[in-house]
């Protein structure tokens, strides 16, 4: 079966907008698999015995985003976006619950790319990450918006420009700027 194009991944969220719970039935497994890649490139270096397995993330996105009432899907990049915030949320609420579980010593340098893998040992980079990013959002909230739909959402540089109404330049960037400020800002270097 060929994959959908975005059109069709549109009009099926579009009526799902409007109420129409077959709509949601073929989008889901359209989806699904793009949704569980996204998540596995977050997941992929945890140690067999962690918990939060890729095909529970998906899952419970797709329970968070059925709850979401009246949303008015634009598209399928506005769909990504939103999966982006819900997915950083998860993590974020995970990472946190691992803390609190084993509370960890000092503050460590952190690799941005590294930071995606939620383990029990790596908790506390996750959640720095995390802080890192509202930092930054109250600094510029469009690249720390950049970030969380290029590195949580997996969305393209065309697909971020159109989340955000800016030029793919633009976002490219506010990519580039984002990550050297975060990576700046896990490493613990202050200039």
Known sequence: ?????????????????????????????????????????????????????????????????????????????????VAAQMMRRILVDYARSRKYQKRGGGVRPVELEKTAIVSKDRCHEFLALDEALNRLAEIDQRKSRVVELRFFGGLSVEETAVVVGVSPITVMRDWDFARSWLERELSGKTE
């Not at 949601?24 to 270096?45: G, I, S």
């Not at 993330?57 to 985003?65: A, G, P």
């Open 1 to 81: 079966m060929p994959a959908p194009s975005r059109a069709e991944l549109t009009k099926l969220l579009q009526a799902w907008s409007q109420g129409d719970q077959s709509a949601l039935d073929q989008f889901a497994p359209l989806v699904f698999l793009e949704l569980k890649q996204l998540a596995r490139k977050h997941l992929v270096a945890e140690a067999p015995s962690h918990t939060l397995e890729t095909g529970e993330l998906v899952n419970e996105l797709f329970l968070r985003l059925i709850d979401w009432k009246n949303v008015q899907w634009q598209n399928r990049a506005h769909f990504f976006a």
